[in-house]
Nanobody
Framework: QVQLVESGGGLVQPGGSLRLSCAAS????????VGWFRQAPGKEREFVAR????????LYADSVKGRFTISRDNAKNMVDLQMNSLKSEDTAVYYC????????????WGQGTQVTVSS
């Protein structure tokens, strides 16, 4: 079992920055991928970014490429999402998720953290 806890959400003005963190516990994440997803009101959950734990390969949604950066801290068992140049359309609940590379599925999910971009 993997437990995931997100933190760092809040209210920020357009053009501002936020850093989200995902703390993982329960097991080491070797051979896992960890991703960030988001869900805006009235919309389906969408993929934002992911990183493979062992090698650190990253992948981003086109909508956030160049503005968001995902990174991991192996020693702390944490994954961060640095979000810059935020737009109103980035407003959503952001979720951290993890899953083994062998299945390609995200099996574990955090509770989510709210990000609101508004002036």
């Amino acid at each position: 079992q993997v437990q995931l806890v997100e933190s760092g959400g809040g209210l920020v003005q357009p053009g501002g920055s936020l850093r989200l963190s995902c703390a993982a516990s329960g097991r080491t994440l070797t051979m896992y991928r960890v991703g960030w997803f988001r869900q805006a009101p009235g919309k389906e959950r969408e993929f934002v970014a992911r990183i493979t734990w062992s090698v650190g390969n990253t992948l981003y949604a086109d909508s956030v490429k160049g503005r968001f950066t995902i990174s991991r801290d192996n020693a702390k068992n944490m994954v961060d999402l640095q979000m810059n140049s935020l737009k109103s359309e980035d407003t959503a609940v952001y979720y951290c998720a993890a899953g083994p590379l062998t299945t390609g599925q995200y099996e574990y999910w955090g509770q989510g953290t709210q990000v609101t971009v508004s002036s």
